[in-house]
């Protein structure tokens, strides 16, 4: 059974840090690019953060360029989204996917983050 579960989103202040967790399990992770993604209320979802699989390669929004990090650890079946420099903006229900070559494409349920003084 494929998933893909996020964790670590929350209520945070502007400029402040959260890191987000997506632990994926029931498929071969290595063979998969993993993206973070996000949707605002009444919003398009829209792709945040994109990683290879070989974990150089990756690629960023241009709102988020210079703030976010994703990073990955194919050994433990994790993709990881750092974010820092937090704005109100940045408020979202944050989803992890998972896309191999064929392609399968697979989601997670969501983590809500919320950047509020």
């Known amino acids: 059974q494929v998933q893909l579960v996020e964790s670590g989103g929350g209520l945070v202040q502007p400029g402040g840090s959260l890191r987000l967790s997506c632990a994926a399990s029931g498929f071969t992770f290595g063979n998969y690019i993993m993206s973070w993604h996000r949707q605002a209320p009444e919003k398009e979802r829209e792709l945040v953060a994109l990683?290879?699989?070989?974990?150089?390669?990756?690629n960023y929004a241009d709102s988020v360029k210079g703030r976010f990090t994703i990073s990955r650890d194919n050994n433990n079946n994790m993709v990881y989204l750092q974010m820092n420099s937090l704005k109100p903006e940045d408020t979202a229900v944050y989803y992890c996917?998972?896309?191999?070559?064929?392609?399968?494409?697979?989601w997670g349920q969501g983590t809500q983050v919320t950047v509020s003084s």
């Open positions: 996917r998972a896309v191999s070559p064929t392609p399968n494409i697979y």
């Open positions: 990683i290879g699989t070989a974990e150089d390669a990756t």
